[in-house]
């Protein structure tokens, strides 16, 4: 059998229908640990932060233009857990706030709506959809 990799949460997606046509009972499998501790909504800001060699924590090591603190000015805990930097807050409970076709798509659950920095940078907006998405209209409704 072929070994299947899985880089992000969308390739979670993709490897979960792959396998719906070749081996059902292991596409479930799959789909139960890839939605396992959150799926990819446990990602920037939930399961990963950053912090850059100045001391400056980012929601994860893409999000360099966002800067939640500095560990050298407070504790990593008490950064983490500000409620008042709306990314952070966002971040943490993204889906409702998804637009477009993440904010419709059937997989957000398990993607968690992909790589929301790549959104920012491409549209200025954190919870626009994720431009790399290559699932079809199809595979997403």
């Known amino acids: 059998m072929e070994l299947l990799t899985v880089d992000n ?3 979670g997606v993709y490897l979960y229908l792959r396998l719906l046509k070749e081996d059902p009972g292991r596409a479930e499998l799959t789909r139960k640990l890839l939605e396992w501790n959150g799926g990819g909504a446990n990602s920037s800001v939930v399961g990963i932060a950053n912090i850059d060699s100045y ?18 000015e407070r504790p990593f805990s008490d950064i983490w857990t500000n409620g008042s930097d709306p990314l952070l807050t ?3 409970n993204r889906l409702p ?9 059937r997989w ?7 790589f929301r920095v790549r959104a920012l940078q491409a549209t200025g907006d954190p919870w626009a959809p994720d431009p790399a998405c290559y699932l079809t ?5």
């Open 137 to 141: 209209d199809e595979e997403t409704s």
């Open 97 to 105: 706030l998804l637009k477009g076709r993440c904010g419709t798509c």
């Open 9 to 11: 949460h969308l390739d």
């Open 55 to 72: 001391g400056n924590v980012h929601p994860d090591q893409f999000w360099k233009s966002h800067t939640l603190g500095n560990v050298r």
């Open 90 to 92: 966002g971040l943490r």
């Open 108 to 114: 957000k659950t398990l993607c968690g709506g992909s």
